[in-house]
């Protein structure tokens, strides 16, 4: 099959317009399985499960979050941010649907979500004194990015999206942007292409949204849960508790903390987590293949998507950097344990146990039960669908 388990959609900020486009490309493509997996929020799951039906794509309803791995953070250890120590991405993959949660967790995710735009407000007030500063003939508000460019939640990308959005209507000529560009980045001027959306969005946020930017505001401690917490809101919310992995950059590094899978895995398997996720288009296809191979080998589920969490539209197809097709065994492995979250969220669909036992472990001993239990699942799904 054709797989690709996590992208994200206009519900947190997505690369894609609407989430028909994601379907509409995924159908060119050949997507047989598609997972919805936005930061923070399940509002998207209803509209991704209607348009999963029309399109006849099989739905995986996941979830991200960002928190804090304490110890980590204390010895200044990267995790999954390469910017920020302890702090780490994290996900939930094949949550029940319709999701929810009980009550102490929902108030948690509730005051994670409102500390999370209380800091997006300040940010874009504080821009808006750089904007006048910088003799700008428009202003931006939290509602009017709100209600163009996000739909509840407001993050750090929308403000850079809408101020793009915003320079390209005022200003006609590149080099009138370029002067008024210079005087927003306090006389520095701008070293990125212009008509490339994507990387002047990216400038617009590490010069002004980023630590050291004139409207950066330091997130509180609070829109930080330990991941623990996380877990147990995931675990809460039928999912799989799931690690998102960077593995190496551009120039072949990596963070402290995963830079050696043998402790890597230690640790994952000390916090309880038997899942890990890669977005293949940002490593290289050797490291990503001994990677998997060594979490496959240790029973590991591993699946593998493309994000699409900026500006820029790429394929869904998940490739490796470079456009390097997956080998046969990465799509083995894809295949496998996509299976295996198929049969999970089924069966908690139908009020029944899943991949997960009451400890909150991943039943690994039984990994090649669910293979095929998926796969049967997905069978029937498509044969009805197909009707």
Same mark, same amino acid.
């Given at each position: ?245 960077? !593995? =190496? ?5 990596? /963070? #402290? ?6 402790? %890597?895995?230690?640790?994952?398997? *000390? ?84 991949? !997960? =036992? ?5 039943? /690994? #001993? ?6 095929? %239990?998926?796969?049967?699942?997905? *069978? ?8």
């Amino acid at each position: 099959m054709k797989i690709n388990t996590h992208i994200h959609t206009p519900y947190s900020f997505s690369a894609f317009e609407s989430i028909r486009q994601a379907f509409e490309l995924a159908r060119q493509e050949g997507i047989e399985v598609l997972g919805i997996n936005d930061f923070f929020v399940t509002d998207g799951y209803d509209e991704f499960n209607q348009l999963a039906q029309e399109f006849r794509i099989y739905p995986l309803f996941n979830v991200e979050f960002i928190g804090l791995l304490k110890e980590e953070q204390e010895a200044g250890i990267r995790v999954n941010d390469p910017g920020n120590p302890g702090r780490t991405y994290f996900c939930g993959k094949a949550l029940k649907f319709p999701a929810y949660l009980s009550a102490g967790n929902q108030k948690k995710m509730d005051e994670v979500i409102l500390e999370s735009q209380k800091q997006t407000k300040e940010m874009i007030l504080r821009l808006a004194d750089c904007l006048t500063e910088a003799g700008a003939p428009f202003l931006l508000s939290f509602e009017e990015i709100k209600a163009k460019y996000a739909k509840e939640l407001v993050r750090e990308r929308h403000i850079a999206k809408a101020l793009r959005v915003a320079i390209n209507d005022h200003f006609s000529t590149e080099s009138e942007t370029s002067s008024f560009l210079t005087r927003l980045y306090s006389g520095k001027e701008p070293t990125v292409d212009l008509s490339d959306n994507s990387a002047f969005e990216g400038e617009l946020r590490s010069r002004l949204l980023k630590a050291g930017g004139k409207a950066f505001v330091p997130e509180e401690a609070s829109s930080f849960l330990p991941i623990p917490e996380l877990m147990d809101i995931i675990i809460d919310a039928g999912g799989i508790p799931c690690y998102p992995v960077l !593995l =190496d950059d551009k120039n072949g590094n990596y /963070t #402290e903390f995963e830079g050696d899978k043998e402790t %890597l895995w230690k640790r994952l398997t *000390e916090l309880g987590v038997g899942a890990v996720e890669l977005i293949p288009g940002r490593n290289n296809i050797e490291h990503l293949s001994s990677f998997v191979r060594f979490f496959h080998e240790k029973g590991f589920l591993v699946t593998f998507g493309t994000e699409h969490n900026t500006p820029e539209m790429t394929p869904l197809t998940v490739r490796a950097v470079g456009s390097t097709d997956l080998d046969s065994f990465l799509k083995d492995v894809s295949n496998d344990n996509t299976c295996v979250l198929v049969a999970h969220q089924n069966l908690l669909k139908n009020g029944k146990e899943g991949y !997960l =036992d009451p400890s909150g472990r991943c039943k /690994t #001993e039984q990994k090649a039960k669910f293979v095929l %239990l998926g796969e049967s699942i997905l *069978e029937q799904y498509f044969q009805k669908n197909a009707m």
